[in-house]
């Protein structure tokens, strides 16, 4: 079994064990540490995510989150690493980019992109030795953006050099996978290796089983759900889980919450709302989605495939 690398250095894939497929430890915005520190409560980051994925850990049995925070999104993977380190969770991070593409990417050609995505892969991040091992690419509402093309074809370019497996941040309800899988094929990535993220903020059946028929992996990544208005709660997100599952699609689909513990020192009533909306943090899918996948008639061999199975499988390329 291949080395996957993670926030402390490289480990056996076999070992990544229940896995989330899509987290943030913390999210900002590019540079904010360095120039506006008073901002951010980093230690007060460190010491929440801690505690939650230990929480995590000692009660579900989680052992690593696919952290896909990118440049623009603040990542920092010294606090990443302190996290992991004091949590005992495994963390792997990503490079590429988010929705705020950098103004001189979109002024450029994916080929002058792409060697510095290899380069986070190949030899690490920000000159701290940690290495990426999935490449992060993001569309949203009204599709992908000129410079957001840029972007994925050179995400492309980078998956093709390294072997690195593409992870999307998408907006379902228009049909945005469909968008970035036929950029992608241009560009001749083999759609194995292709997870089409936030899938569940919608319910249309063809456009989901449209996107697994092409191969892809899909994110099923926004759980509780239900903080925009007319997207799925959870309970109506898991019913169409266990559809795909019927469907014969079980070995196709993560499950995940893109959860972040609160990270700015002010905003209090913001925090709360975020809460409010998610007191489970790393923990609501085993508590509630699991419980209820297995009232619909899943097994425990298929909550072990959603949660331990695919994620290894979606990293070593099987």
Known sequence: MPALETVLGPIEAESLGLTLSHEHVGTNAAGLRHTYPEIIDRQGIVEQSTAALKEACEEAGLRTIIDVSTFDLGRDVEMIAEVSRQSGVNIVVATGNHLAVPRPFGEVSPDAIA?????????GIEGTGVKAAVIKVASDRGGITPPQEVVLRAAARAHLQTGAPISTHTWSPD???????AILEEEGVDLSRVYIGHSNDDTDMDYLLGLLNKGVWLGLDRYPGGRVPGTPDWERRTEVAKKLMDAG???RIMLSHDYSVPKARHGAEVQEERRRANPDGYNFIPRKVLPRLLELGATDADINQLTVVNPR??????
């Open 313 to 318: 499988k979606f990293f070593v390329g099987e």
């Open 249 to 251: 699609f079980t070995g």
């Open 115 to 123: 060697p510095m995505y290899v380069r986070e892969i190949e030899e």
């Open 175 to 181: 049909r945005v996978g469909d968008q970035q899988v």
